[in-house]
């Protein structure tokens, strides 16, 4: 029996989010379109009704799960607020559902030109969020500032997850944290 259009709105969203965690978590490379669908609870079958190949679905659950980010509460705070939850221990342990820049940069490097359209619109939305923050400081907008500030937030997060020591760990969080919003 084939799905309600309802059901397939639902199939397909449960497949994005599902791809988008597995990618963030092990990489794009390394999951398969079994995996995905299997923790869809779909079958592999149904997949192809839905995209058209795993790269098609690679970058629609990539902007997916960017422009959850984007929309995200977090974003709606202050930078001290953005700050506290990116650069935090939570943030760090759970790549599967944080950013997909920080857990997959090198890979998404990786990908043809074309499809780096939803990474470059991402990176784009993060660093007007950043001027955005430096007029709500009374700070005109710097859009070095705001680029270096976005680089920082993303490299500590990849070295916080990367080193083995987790004082470092939490100190290169805290380091970051403070610089760029002005307590350092």
């Known amino acids: 029996m084939r799905p ?11 497949i ?19 995996a995905v669908m299997k923790g869809a ?4 079958g149904g997949f192809y009704g839905h995209f058209k190949s795993k790269s098609d679905l690679a970058e629609q659950a990539l902007a997916h799960a960017m422009q959850n980010m984007l929309g995200a509460d977090a974003l709606s705070g202050s930078l001290d607020d953005f700050a506290k939850s990116y650069l935090s221990p939570e943030h760090r342990a759970a790549a599967g559902a944080g950013c997909t ?6 890979e998404l490097a990786r990908l043809p030109a074309a ?3 939803p990474v470059t619109n991402h990176i784009r ?8 923050w430096q007029t709500e400081n009374g700070s005109n907008p710097d859009r070095g500032q705001a ?9 500590a997060l990849v ?12 100190q290169i969080l805290e380091s970051v944290r403070n610089r760029v919003t002005g307590r350092a």
């Open 4 to 14: 309600t259009k309802e059901q397939a709105k639902d199939n397909r969203q449960r």
């Open 16 to 34: 994005l989010d599902t791809a988008a965690k597995l990618f963030r978590e092990n990489g794009i490379h390394a999951v398969g379109v079994d």
């Open 41 to 44: 609870g779909l079958t592999h």
């Open 101 to 106: 820049v920080a857990a997959l940069g090198p």
């Open 115 to 117: 499809e780096r359209g």
């Open 125 to 132: 939305g993060l660093i007007a969020h950043m001027e955005n």
């Open 147 to 155: 680029i270096t500030d976005v680089a920082s937030f993303v490299g």
């Open 159 to 170: 070295m916080s997850r990367a080193v083995n020591d987790p004082a470092l760990s939490d």
